[in-house]
């Protein structure tokens, strides 16, 4: 363009000398980085005319000047998603950070920046209680659209929801279990969307437990109800709102909390025998088998008699295993959270809890802080490199974050 410009300008000066002289002149050269055209002695060079736009030297009897082939344009590669490096480019160290979510309060932008940046970020951020700072600003969506970091929350309705200040309340699981499916469906469509606007990833939702009454146990009315087929029915359109809008659902408490009394929150809860748990895992058998769509399932801290042999479920390969095996579940399972629910601490340290879940088969381990999340990441990386805690597992963990954070 510069050259362009260049030669119009010179253009309208000559124009000016020609007109003020009174007599025509030839123009032998336009630009300073364009060669005059090779001329013979005799006759009197032809007068050349000067177009407007990019200069051309036209060959004569002799001499041939062609013209230059343009450049090619440089092609830039693109920055690196900082969350997305490929697990058999990662070290151990990443990997264990790759494999653990952790809580960061709703307002809190610098612990939320810090613990989905760096060289070793975590793979999901918690977001707890009813802070919706983040959300408001737009932090949480423009974190998720540079790191690519999972962001969860329990936004189940009733009692547990975490947007309802900003969108308005949604009813409980036992209100909508007496709903159809297409309505229920459409609340958790629209309940998705929302959540997907102010930066949430996943939802630790739907309950898919089973409780005799909405006042019974912890659960209660965070269940749909105790027939089986209506809790299977009203938990998949659920999920299935969910996931048309772009939110990763989450079954949960794998293998029933609603067969257990006490709450895993206080202290250690265990449930009936496994051999009557049949209708508690009914509905994972129809959610979480294959073909099933990208769906969690979160596992419970209950002792199972008969199945877990006095450890929680979350820590339990057998159980593990059954979800995988039996009911054939491939996608990713989340703990319920490690670091402070008694169920767990009472018992375990931060550490050797990670350590375990991921060992039993728990892809993503959850903790309500940091602290505690830098804790079990580094004792994850320690039980590898000890020979404890075999690479394949962590690699295989880590590879199910990875496709869920669209990486």
């Known amino acids: 363009m510069a050259t362009v410009l260049a030669m119009v300008a010179v253009v309208g000066t000559v124009a000016t000398i020609v007109a003020w002289a009174g007599r025509e002149e030839s123009v032998a050269a336009v630009a300073s980085d364009v060669r005059p055209p090779v001329t013979t002695a005799s006759p009197p060079p032809p007068t050349v005319v000067v177009p407007v736009g990019p200069p051309t030297v036209a060959p004569t009897a002799t001499s041939t000047v062609p013209t230059p082939a343009p450049a090619a344009a440089a092609t830039v590669p693109a920055p690196p998603i900082p969350n997305c490096r490929p697990v058999g480019e990662s070290t151990v160290e990443q990997l264990a950070h790759l494999v653990v979510m952790v809580q960061v309060g709703g307002g809190d932008s610098a612990g939320a920046k810090g613990a989905a940046t760096g060289p070793t970020p975590f793979g999901g951020l918690f977001i707890g209680g009813d802070d919706d700072r983040m959300m408001k600003d737009g932090v949480l969506s423009r974190l998720v659209n540079e790191t690519h970091v999972l962001v969860a929350v329990d936004d189940e309705g009733g009692r547990v929801q975490r947007i309802d200040k900003l969108v308005g309340p949604m009813p409980s699981a036992a209100q909508m279990g007496s709903l159809s499916n297409e309505d229920v469906r459409l609340r958790a469509l629209d309940r998705g969307r929302k959540l997907r606007r102010y930066g949430v990833t996943v939802d630790f939702a739907p309950v898919v437990d089973l409780v005799p009454a909405a ?47 006490g709450d895993s929150h206080k202290g250690p809860v265990t449930t009936g025998s496994w051999s009557t748990l049949a209708a508690h ?65 009472s018992r375990f340290g931060p550490g050797p809890a990670a350590v375990k879940a991921l060992g039993a088969g728990t892809d ?44």
């Open 215 to 261: 006042t019974a146990g912890v659960i209660g009315d965070r269940s749909f109800g105790a027939d089986p087929v209506v809790v299977t029915e009203r938990a998949g359109a659920f999920a299935d709102g969910l996931r048309s809008a772009g939110v990763i659902p989450t079954l949960k408490h794998f293998p029933g909390h609603g067969a257990a009394s």
């Open 364 to 407: 993503l381990v959850l903790f309500a802080q940091v602290d505690h999340g830098q804790t079990a990441a580094q004792a994850i990386a320690r039980a590898v490199n000890a020979g404890q805690l075999s690479p394949e597992r962590l690699r295989d963990a880590a590879a199910r974050v990875r496709k869920a954070q669209r990486c």
């Open 281 to 345: 895992v009914a509905p994972y058998r129809q959610l979480a088998g294959p073909g099933s769509g990208e769906t969690w399932v979160m596992m419970g801290h209950l002792d199972v008699p008969g199945l877990t042999d006095g450890l929680p479920a979350s820590l339990s390969p057998a159980a593990h295993s059954f979800l995988r095996k039996e009911v054939g579940f491939d996608g990713l399972i989340v703990s319920d959270e490690l670091g402070g629910m008694k169920a767990i601490s």
